[in-house]
C-alpha cells in the first residue's frame, strides 16, 4: 500500500483550520490508520490511531476521520505548537508512511 | 511510564555494518512489537522492520531484507537493528518505536512510544 498525503505544504496563520489528505492505493484494513507529528529534531509523536482515535494527551482541536482509501486530519484552530510536520502511517500486517504534510506559518 | 533509550551515534564506512540498541523501561516488552524507521537528513520516515519479542518473529520492508536484521533479548528487554553493506544513502536518524498496543499476534500497531533516535553516518 502506497501513502500519498496532500498538501505538500500548508500555510495557515494561528487560529485557522488545518485540513490534511492521506490517500492509500489500496483500502487500508480495519481502519488501521495512525496521524503523526513531528517537530525538527524530535521523535515523530503519536496523535491519532485506528482513523479517528485520539492518543493519549492529545487535545481535542485534533481529529481523525475517513475509511477505505480516504482519510484526513483536522486541527480545528491552530495553535503556534502545532506547526509541524504531520504524517499518516497504515499498520497492521506491516507498517507504510505518507510522504508528510507541512504546516507551516503564513 | 514506557521508555526506550538507544546506542549513541555512529560513524562507519562504506561497505561496513552497524548495529543499534534499543532499551525499554516499563510496560511489558515481550508482548508488544518494537519497530525500526529511519529517516534521512530533511526526509520522511521510512519502515525497516520490526520484531514481537515474545514469538520472536520479524518482518522486514521489502526494501531492506537481505540487509537488515532486527532481534531482541528479553532478559536486557533491548532490541536490536543491524544494517549491513551501508552506503551514503544509509546515512539516517534510526528510530526504534514500541507499539501502543497488543493483541497477542504478529500484527503491528501504531507506535505510542518512540527513542530518541541514534545518527548513523556513512562515510568514506
Known amino acids: 500500500i502506497v501513502l500519498t498525503q496532500s498538501p505538500g505544504t500548508l500555510s495557515l496563520s494561528p487560529g485557522e483550520r488545518a485540513t490534511l489528505s492521506c490517500r492509500a492505493s489500496q483500502s487500508v484494513d480495519r481502519n488501521f490508520l495512525a496521524w503523526y507529528q513531528q517537530k525538527p529534531g524530535r521523535a515523530p509523536r503519536l496523535l491519532i490511531y485506528?482513523?479517528?482515535k485520539r492518543a493519549i494527551d492529545i487535545p481535542d482541536r485534533f481529529s481523525g476521520s475517513g475509511s477505505g482509501t480516504d482519510f484526513t486530519l483536522t486541527i480545528s484552530r491552530l495553535e503556534p505548537e502545532d506547526f509541524a510536520v504531520y504524517y499518516c502511517q497504515r499498520y497492521g500486517s506491516s507498517l507504510t508512511f505518507g510522504g508528510g504534510t507541512k504546516v507551516e506559518i503564513k | 511510564q514506557v521508555q526506550l533509550v538507544q546506542s549513541g551515534a555512529e560513524v562507519k564506512k562504506p561497505g561496513s555494518s552497524v548495529k543499534v540498541s534499543c532499551k525499554t523501561s516499563?510496560?511489558?516488552?515481550?508482548?508488544?512489537?518494537i519497530n525500526w524507521v529511519r529517516q534521512a537528513p530533511g526526509q520522511g520516515l521510512e519502515w525497516l522492520g520490526g520484531?514481537?519479542?515474545?514469538?520472536?518473529?520479524?518482518k522486514y520492508a521489502l526494501k531492506f531484507q537481505g540487509r537488515v536484521t532486527i532481534s531482541a533479548d528479553e532478559s536486557a528487554s533491548t532490541a536490536y537493528m543491524e544494517l549491513t553493506s551501508l552506503t551514503s544513502d544509509d546515512t539516517a536518524v534510526y528510530y526504534c518505536?514500541?507499539?501502543?498496543?497488543?493483541?497477542?499476534?504478529?500484527?503491528?500497531?501504531?507506535?505510542?512510544?518512540w527513542g530518541q533516535g541514534t545518527l548513523v553516518t556513512v562515510s568514506s
Open positions: 485506528a482513523t479517528f
Open positions: 518505536a514500541r507499539d501502543r498496543y497488543s493483541d497477542s499476534s504478529d500484527n503491528y500497531f501504531e507506535s505510542q512510544y
Open positions: 516499563g510496560g511489558t516488552f515481550s508482548s508488544h512489537a
Open positions: 520484531i514481537v519479542p515474545l514469538f520472536g518473529t520479524t
